[in-house]
């Protein structure tokens, strides 16, 4: 786990590229984007009284990988649901920092509020945004969760590290559906995770046959940075791989029932998509 520290305040920078991105329609139907936008920019209007944005990285590369005859799921959702595993461990922070310096006020937040985590996370030294738009560690490549510890609290603040992306444009020449429109800036709804995810309706024909059999999510961006040459194998439990992530061929995951999909991935990120959601996918990718 990484840990980098931010004074609370209005994200001046942040403001209007995000005004740009909701105004030119980049987030779909994630309209939930739209809501709480001064919120979103300043999480002093979200916990009252913050002072420091505590931003952590948490890796989840895993050891081993999906069978070749597989659908494909992005890494982060092989094991158990990350949004439960690190919450405990953001109350446990806060309960440590509370034991060590008295009445602290805070709240945790994974992925779960209107919090821009890449945008903090960047601010407090942990990597910089890289042109896929993720957070990019010289030391840890990508592959990782973002949360945060806001709290009341004056602290020592880290600064921000500079952009090593360069000249190199693997992410955006490996994107199936060209949904990094152009550097640092990426079109939510075009992208593979947000078709299999996040979309409630039916997945339009205009990008069919271009998902490379990805099922959930999608990792390619990821997958082709060099950054990520370095990733090593996560030491959390929790978030190793459900037995039939590994396992199951496309065959199975076609044969796969609601009762067997509620039973086997009730912990699981799987579960965001529903079963119905997996069988839309899945009968979107089969020839």
């Given at each position: ?16 590229r ?6 030119q329609n980049r ?8 809501n709480h ?5 300043d ?12 931003s ?11 069978r070749?005859?597989?659908?494909k ?27 060590q310096i008295?009445e ?8 779960s ?6 945008a ?21 490549g990508?592959f990782?969760f ?20 360069g000249?190199?444009t693997?992410c955006i020449?490996?994107c199936?559906t ?13 992208c ?5 995810i996040?979309?409630?309706?039916e997945?339009?024909s205009?990008?069919?046959g271009?998902f ?5 999510g999608?990792?390619v961006?990821?997958?082709?940075c060099?950054?990520n040459?370095?990733?090593e194998?996560?030491?959390?439990p ?9 396992s ?5 995951w ?10 086997i991935?009730?912990?699981?990120a ?10 839309r ?7």
């Amino acid at each position: 786990m990484s840990c980098g520290i931010s004074k609370a305040g209005f994200l001046e920078e942040e403001a209007p590229r995000l005004e740009a991105w909701l105004n030119q329609n980049r987030h779909g139907e994630m309209r939930y984007m739209e809501n709480h936008f001064d919120k979103r920019l300043d999480p002093t209007k979200l916990v009252e009284g913050s002072k420091s944005v505590i931003s952590l990285l948490l890796n989840y590369f895993p050891k081993q990988q999906q069978r070749e005859d597989s659908y494909k799921i992005s890494k982060y959702a092989y094991g158990t649901d990350y949004h439960s595993v690190i919450k405990d461990k953001l109350k446990e922070l806060l309960f440590t920092i509370q034991d060590q310096i008295g009445e602290v006020h805070g709240r945790a937040f994974v992925d779960s509020a209107p919090v821009l985590d890449k945008a903090w996370a960047a601010k407090s030294g942990l990597g910089w945004i890289g042109k896929h738009s993720n957070l990019l560690s010289k030391q840890a490549g990508s592959f990782y969760f973002i949360a945060e510890l806001i709290v009341d609290l004056d602290l020592d603040y880290d600064t921000p590290v500079t952009d090593h992306c360069g000249s190199c444009t693997a992410c955006i020449d490996a994107c199936p559906t060209q949904a990094i429109v152009e550097p640092y800036k990426v079109d939510g709804s075009k992208c593979i995770s947000y078709f299999t995810i996040e979309l409630k309706n039916e997945i339009p024909s205009s990008v069919s046959g271009q998902f490379d059999d990805w099922m959930f999510g999608c990792d390619v961006c990821q997958d082709v940075c060099p950054w990520n040459r370095f990733s090593e194998a996560h030491k959390e439990p929790l978030f190793d791989p459900n037995p039939q992530v590994l396992s199951n061929s496309k065959k199975d995951w076609e044969e796969v029932t609601k009762e067997v999909f509620s039973e086997i991935f009730k912990k699981s990120a799987l579960k965001r998509t529903k079963f119905e959601g997996l069988r839309r996918n899945i009968t979107f990718l089969k020839p």
